[in-house]
């Protein structure tokens, strides 16, 4: 495959979750093989929607999602991870009552005999993880949470893996890390989709940026040039977002 390969091409999509009410408006987006890509913008723009239409949690009402080539605009969420693409949730994304190992287990449900092999990669990324196998997941804290959850999704050897907002709640030395393993699984070979909260992290990581705003796209560049973008930084990013 060519390292430009056009993995996902999101073109002019509209969802929502009533009838009649569209978050998403005509939104768009183009992920490549090996890219990182960062979606920012207000609360409420649609980040999350974006991100729920992709992975086949949210019907798609006209335009289309492509994920080489084929339509995968109703496929379900399961097919989704079998053609390789996995998804990280902010909320609810690991078995509290299940110890760690269980948890990476069941992230490989659907190829149980890769699992030792794909548990040595996901110990080597998160040496943490290795160290808790035996304790169950409810016990870890904030961070250590969000290591596994990104561990399990990316125990089916994912192509691409979609991240939702996976520094919501952590402190800033937790996000850090968070940001710094989201660039090692892209360094790794992994196409990343990252929503995020923390913008100018985002974009001091990701490739190319999207930032949405009333469900469309307002603004797409890459990370660095939107992260210097004087609309962007006054609009969406605050004077934070002022580095050098």
């Known amino acids: 495959m060519s390292a430009d390969e056009l993995l996902i091409h999101v073109d002019n999509i509209r969802a929502g979750y009533v009838p009649g009410v569209d978050i998403l408006t005509e939104c768009s987006l183009e992920l490549h093989k090996g890219e990182l890509i960062g979606i920012i913008g207000p609360n409420g723009a649609g980040k999350s929607t974006l991100l729920k239409a992709l992975f086949g949690l949210l019907k798609v009402r006209d335009g289309a999602i492509l994920?080489?080539?084929?339509?995968?605009?109703?496929?379900?969420?399961?097919d989704l991870v079998s053609k390789g693409i996995g998804y990280v949730p902010q909320r609810d994304n690991v078995f509290q009552t299940l110890?760690?190992?269980?948890?990476?287990?069941?992230?490989?449900?659907?190829?149980?005999?890769?699992?030792?092999?794909?548990?040595?990669?996901?110990?080597?990324?998160f040496p943490r993880l290795a160290e808790r196998l035996g304790q169950r997941a409810g016990s870890l804290s904030g961070g250590e949470r969000q290591m596994l959850a990104m561990g399990r999704a990316l125990m089916m050897n994912p192509e691409v893996i979609l991240l939702d907002e996976p520094s919501a709640g952590l402190s800033p030395v937790l996000q850090d890390q968070v940001f710094i393993r989201t660039r090692e699984i892209n360094e790794a070979g992994v196409s990343v989709v990252m929503v995020e909260q923390n913008a100018r992290r985002c974009l001091q990581i990701c490739h190319r940026g999207y930032v949405l705003d009333q469900g469309t796209n307002a603004y797409t560049d890459t990370g660095r040039n939107l992260l210097?973008?004087?609309?962007?930084?006054?609009?969406?990013?605050?004077?934070?977002?002022?580095?050098?």
């Open 67 to 78: 994920y080489k080539g084929e339509d995968i605009s109703s496929a379900p969420a399961h």
């Open 99 to 125: 110890t760690v190992e269980e948890n990476l287990e069941m992230g490989v449900f659907l190829r149980p005999k890769q699992f030792r092999e794909r548990l040595e990669f996901v110990s080597e990324m």
């Open 228 to 244: 210097h973008d004087p609309k962007v930084i006054e609009l969406y990013l605050g004077t934070l977002a002022r580095v050098k």
